[in-house]
């Protein structure tokens, strides 16, 4: 598989290197300790009040993220 040696083996471009930045920053068990360590903040007891929709954003963004991450860029050859 010579294909997806060269796939696994590419340079990663600046595009890829925000969606794997974008997906560590908005993994959604990341919202868990957010809501805990701003506990007794106005923005914890808002992200508890509404940690559904939180969670769905996160694991969107998240989604998102890797999805930019492992999508070659068209102007990378991998010949």
Known sequence: MPGLWNALRR??????????LLAIATCPCHVVMLAFL???TAIGTWLLA???YVILAFT???????WLM?????????D
């Open 11 to 20: 340079e990663m471009t600046p595009r890829n290197k925000r969606g794997a």
């Open 38 to 40: 701003l506990t007794g």
């Open 50 to 52: 509404v940690r559904a």
């Open 60 to 66: 969107l963004l998240f989604l998102y993220g890797l």
């Open 70 to 78: 492992v999508r070659p860029d068209p102007s990378c050859r991998l």
